[in-house]
């Protein structure tokens, strides 16, 4: 359940994402499509840049996970036997009276009092505010002809219940979220989220395939091919960083669901007999600090432990790493123990033993499997979220002057310094300037600018999240080569040699 709702700060981070080319949506020019996005120029950059960190950190940094790029359209029978072709749906509902659609679980209900007595119930969106529930709640009022009934704000407040919790005759009592009259939601319904297209000529039944709708398939797929061919010996993961494709009933909330986005997953295998529980908690332990390494305080991720009623059947335990969103605490961050379900699934359906032989224990056995699973659409929103921030900070005569300035660690930032020849009528500064960008551009990606007043300047790089600001003026030219490098977030400012300027750069970027 969402804890706090901030929808200007969703509405700040959507407009600087737009206004300096961080994230547009698809298909502007014809009106957008709903549940699809494009990066732009800096998007791009920080979306490289979480991966290639992931990555590096997940698995370049260690001996024990390998990776994978498997393709987006499988075999179709690797979606039965995952269970993804009967089981993977979410319940739908429909709104008869403004035909809108909703996903029955995101359809939070509220019971309205008026005067102490049952006037109705509101279904909210999750992450509703308290203002707007209110609205709901009067129109209650009003269809019940109790214009002056005190209506109990307490109850707008609390946890709710979710739609597909609450007995049927109540649901002929509640109001939709878009609706003005009672009762006009149906009842739950299942709609199949995979996206199916057609392979090859033939148009019939058997051509149909799916987009995949996780990466996690494509692991357990090649899993006997990675067994096979490398030296990993258990326990040992497969990482994969790719599309997913799912045909969200309601996409929202900017790319924090959407209908095609990009996971990073790992399939980290162990014996059936290993301590999951311990290892479970080492892979959460491993994900919070990895976010926090990248700028995601620890603060503002919470675990979510699935109850064990809840779980699925084949799943051990799952705890979901949750972020304070702008729209609410929501799951960033799956990491389930999947037990050795999948393995034997596509055992039994291929026909292909999933054995592994462990050269410690001399035994055979299909390894069970913790898979923590990131989207990196989500993260990206959770880095800008955590990043985002307005201060004030004097101009460059002195005034007092508002700023907005993305506060990205170094090294995630799409820009890592900025280059600024103090004057751009001074050739000799220029060419500083521009020799130097040269040689930080071999290495890391930076940006070089000579246009408006150096403050103006600074104020552009804050916006985009440059954490480095580095001006080349007369001394430099007749003094002391040394550069004045200039700190986004203390805006303080040091002089620095270009030596050590080289060494700094390196020990806040690549650490
Ligand atoms: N293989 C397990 C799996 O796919 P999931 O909880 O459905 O589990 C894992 O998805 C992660 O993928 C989520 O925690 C989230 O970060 C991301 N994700 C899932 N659906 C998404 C969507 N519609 N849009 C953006 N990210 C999504």
Avoid at 133 to 160: F, H, M, T
Wanted: hydrophobic share 35%; glycine share 6%.
């Amino acid at each position: 359940m969402p804890e706090t709702n901030n929808n200007s700060l969703m509405d700040s981070i959507i407009a600087l994402c737009k206004r300096r080319g961080f994230i547009f949506a698809s298909s502007e020019i014809y009106g957008g499509y709903n549940g699809f996005f494009d990066y732009g120029p800096l998007g791009v950059e920080l979306r490289n840049n979480i991966k290639n960190i992931w990555w590096r950190d997940m698995v370049q940094r260690r001996e024990d996970i390998v990776g994978l790029d498997s393709s987006i359209i499988m075999h179709p029978n690797i979606w039965k036997a995952s269970g993804h072709v009967d089981g993977f749906s979410d319940p739908m509902v429909d709104c008869k009276e403004s035909k809108l659609r909703y996903r029955a679980d995101q359809l939070i209900v509220f019971e309205v009092l008026l005067d102490n007595e049952l006037g109705g119930y509101i279904a909210t969106l999750e992450g509703c505010e308290l203002s707007e529930k209110i609205k709901q709640a009067k129109k209650i009022r009003n269809l019940k002809g109790k214009k002056e009934a005190k209506i109990d704000e307490k109850k707008l407040g609390s946890k709710g219940t979710e739609f597909t919790d609450i007995d049927k005759k109540d649901r002929l009592i509640t109001l939709g979220p878009d609706a003005d009259v009672l009762g006009t939601l149906t009842e739950p319904r299942e709609f199949k989220l995979m996206f199916e297209t057609k392979v090859g000529s033939l148009a019939d039944e058997s051509s149909v395939a799916y987009l995949r709708p996780e990466t996690a398939q494509g692991i357990f797929s090649n899993y006997k091919n990675i067994v096979d061919t490398g030296r990993v010996k258990i326990p040992f993961g497969i990482a994969q960083i790719g599309k997913a494709f799912r045909n969200e009933i309601t996409p929202r909330n900017f790319i924090f669901r959407s209908r095609e986005f990009e996971q990073m997953e790992i399939e980290y295998f162990i014996a059936p007999d290993a301590d999951w529980k311990s290892l479970h908690r080492e892979w959460l332990d491993n994900c919070i600090n990895w976010l926090a390494s990248i700028g995601i305080p620890k603060e503002s991720v919470s675990e979510d432990v699935h109850p064990e009623n809840k779980l699925a059947f084949y799943s051990q335990a799952t705890t979901d790493l949750m972020f304070d969103f702008p729209h609410g605490r929501q799951e960033l961050w799956g990491v389930a123990c999947r037990s050795d379900y999948d393995l034997k699934q596509h055992q039994e359906h291929s026909g292909k033993s999933m054995e592994i032989f462990d050269e410690a224990t001399k035994l055979k056995f299909v390894p069970h499997v913790i898979e923590p699973s990131l989207g990196v659409d989500r993260t990206l929103l959770a880095v800008l979220t955590a990043a985002y921030d307005e201060d004030e900070i004097p101009n460059d005569k002195g005034n007092v002057e508002k700023r907005t300035v993305l506060r990205f660690s170094p090294k995630i930032a799409p820009y890592k310094a900025a280059i600024f020849p103090l004057v751009k009528n001074k050739p000799e500064l220029v060419d500083l300037a521009l020799d130097l960008h040269k040689k930080l551009q071999k290495r890391w990606n930076v940006f070089y600018d000579a246009s408006g007043a150096i403050g103006r300047r600074y104020r552009r790089q804050d916006e985009i999240g440059t954490p480095y600001g580095i001006t080349i003026d007369f001394d430099t030219l007749e003094k002391d080569g040394a550069v004045t490098l200039r700190d986004r977030d203390t805006t303080k400012q040091k002089r620095m040699l270009p030596e050590e300027l080289f060494a700094f750069l390196e020990s806040k970027i690549d650490g």
